[in-house]
């Protein structure tokens, strides 16, 4: 039985991040074939943005950015297919690697307990929007880049936990 | 101590729905004074979209939907302040308010366990995006007009559990 227990360690950003870059080599390696370049100075892309939820032992988002051709490349990658413009298949696509990547996260952040559940992903997409964290909030930007492709990856966690 | 027990009741998306209802009733009666009219037939609105998600016995998003006007009016009624754009206090606000309806959805749809635990919320806004939930998921979309305003309410659910 999985438990929040009330002993459960709670890692620090810092411990979250080095994970993170773990999920991120782990996730695209074995996806995409080849392992990604991991950056800390990005520039932030958008035009298609995966998000998943989570909450338990620390509560947050962890959101996967790109522009839409990348996002194309990338699910053509994942399916042996050729996209020219983003459509279900390309959000559901972008919606299963972040459901991944915070599943990875989860496995390395995770000790005595599972740290905390996974919402399904929402997928965001078009030519103009930003998004928005909570005031209470920190986060951690990484820069990854995987053959030709940019992504920018997101880690907000509640900043009271 | 909380915990997902096996024998966790997993509502049906009826119950959700009727659920949903009440918990709207609830956060937007007690927040905003008078009870909103609720509806099932509605007209999709967007331009900021504040989304949480949650996982546990269930895994969802539950994402409020606003043209950024009424966005506005809904944070400056809760705030007793005006706002003529949408801004970091607004998405707050909005995020308040969509946390404050997952935790009353929650209240109402857990029995002998926590239904689910719940993310941070994330705040899209733009003047053209649209979301999209994963291919295995249903969902449930419900009207509320509190004032003069208009909201879509968006509740989506894994179509596995």
Known sequence: MIHNAPNQHIPTMSDLQKNLKIALSDVFGTMLGGAPEIFDEIEFVTGLSAIVGFGGGISGFLALHSKPENACE???SMLGMHFSA???IVCDAMGEVVNMLAGSLKKYSSTNAELFKISIPT???GSNYSTHAP???EQVLVGVKSRASLF????VINSDY
């Not at 920018?152 to 880690?155: I, R």
């Open 74 to 76: 990338i699910a053509g």
């Open 135 to 137: 005031r209470n909030s």
């Open 152 to 155: 920018t990856v997101q880690l």
């Open 123 to 125: 997928i965001v997409w």
């Open 86 to 88: 983003v459509d279900d």
